[in-house]
C-alpha cells in the first residue's frame, strides 16, 4: 500500500459526460501528479500540483482541469467525454518537488474510466 | 525534450532464467532514473531508482545500473520467478524546478515468467 488513495476505483459513463477523480496523497506530500496511461498512449503526465498551485502541465486536454485543495487532496475533472478517453487515470504523490531524495512518486491505485 | 525508450516486449521466460530490460534515456538536464513495475489489475509500484551517474539502483533481486556515458539504466535480475511476471517501466525525473519532477515514461514491457 503506498498511501495514495484514489477513488472511485471504476467509472462507466457516457460520451458527452464529465466526471470528476479525487485522489489523497500520501500524509505530509505536498506535491500531487496525474497521469493517464492508454493502451496507445502509453503513460502519460497530465498535471502537478503543489500545495494548490499548479506547478506543470503536460499532455492535458482542455476538456480536463484539475485542481488541488487546502487538505492537499487533488480533484481531475473530464469533461465532454469522448470515446478515446477511456484509460486508467493515476494519482501519484511526492514530499516536495525538488531534490534527489524528495522526488521519489508514490502512486495510487488508479480510476478505470471507461466511456460508451 | 526527455524521452525513454525501452525494449518491446513481451518478453517470456523460464523460472530461474535471467532477466535484461534494456532502457535508454535522452534528458536535457541531469535525471534521476527509475524502474516501476505494475502487477495485473495494480497500480506503480517503484522498484529501483539512482540519482546520479555509476549509482546503482536494486531491490528484491533485481538491479540498474545508471550509465551517463551510455544513457542507460538497464534493468537485470539473475534469477526470475513465476512472481516477477508483470509490466516493468522505466522513467526519468527532470530536476528542473520550474518544470516540477514529472516523470516520463518508456512504453512499458511486459515479462511473462513460465515455470
Known amino acids: 500500500d503506498s498511501g495514495v488513495t484514489q477513488t472511485p476505483k471504476h467509472l462507466i459513463t457516457a460520451t458527452g459526460q464529465r466526471v470528476t477523480l479525487r485522489c489523497s496523497p500520501r500524509s505530509g506530500d505536498l506535491s500531487v501528479y496525474w497521469y493517464q496511461q492508454s493502451l496507445d498512449q502509453g503513460l502519460q503526465f497530465l498535471i502537478q500540483y503543489y500545495n494548490g498551485e499548479e506547478r506543470a502541465k503536460g499532455n492535458i486536454l482542455e476538456r480536463f482541469s484539475a485542481q488541488q485543495f487546502p487538505d492537499l487532496h487533488s480533484e481531475l475533472n473530464l469533461s465532454s467525454l469522448e470515446l478515446g478517453d477511456s484509460a486508467l487515470y493515476f494519482c501519484?504523490?511526492?514530499?516536495?518537488?525538488?531534490?534527489?531524495?524528495?522526488?521519489?512518486?508514490?502512486f495510487g491505485p488508479g480510476t478505470r474510466l471507461t466511456v460508451l | 525534450g526527455n524521452s525513454v525508450t525501452q525494449m518491446e516486449g513481451p518478453v517470456t521466460l523460464s523460472e530461474e532464467a535471467f532477466l535484461t530490460i534494456n532502457c535508454t534515456y535522452t534528458a536535457t538536464g541531469y535525471p534521476s532514473l527509475f524502474w516501476y513495475v505494475q502487477y495485473p489489475g495494480e497500480g506503480l509500484q517503484l522498484l529501483l531508482k539512482a540519482t546520479k551517474a555509476d549509482d546503482k539502483g536494486s531491490n528484491k533481486g533485481f538491479e540498474a545500473t545508471y550509465r551517463k556515458e551510455t544513457t542507460s539504466f538497464h534493468l537485470e535480475k539473475g534469477s526470475v520467478q513465476v512472481s516477477d511476471s508483470a509490466v516493468y517501466f522505466c522513467?526519468?525525473?527532470?530536476?528542473?524546478?520550474?518544470?516540477?519532477?514529472?516523470?516520463?515514461f518508456g512504453g512499458g514491457t511486459r515479462v511473462l515468467v513460465k515455470p
Open positions: 501519484a504523490s511526492s514530499a516536495s518537488i525538488g531534490g534527489r531524495s524528495q522526488n521519489e512518486q508514490f
Open positions: 522513467a526519468l525525473s527532470d530536476l528542473m524546478k520550474a518544470a516540477g519532477n514529472k516523470l516520463t
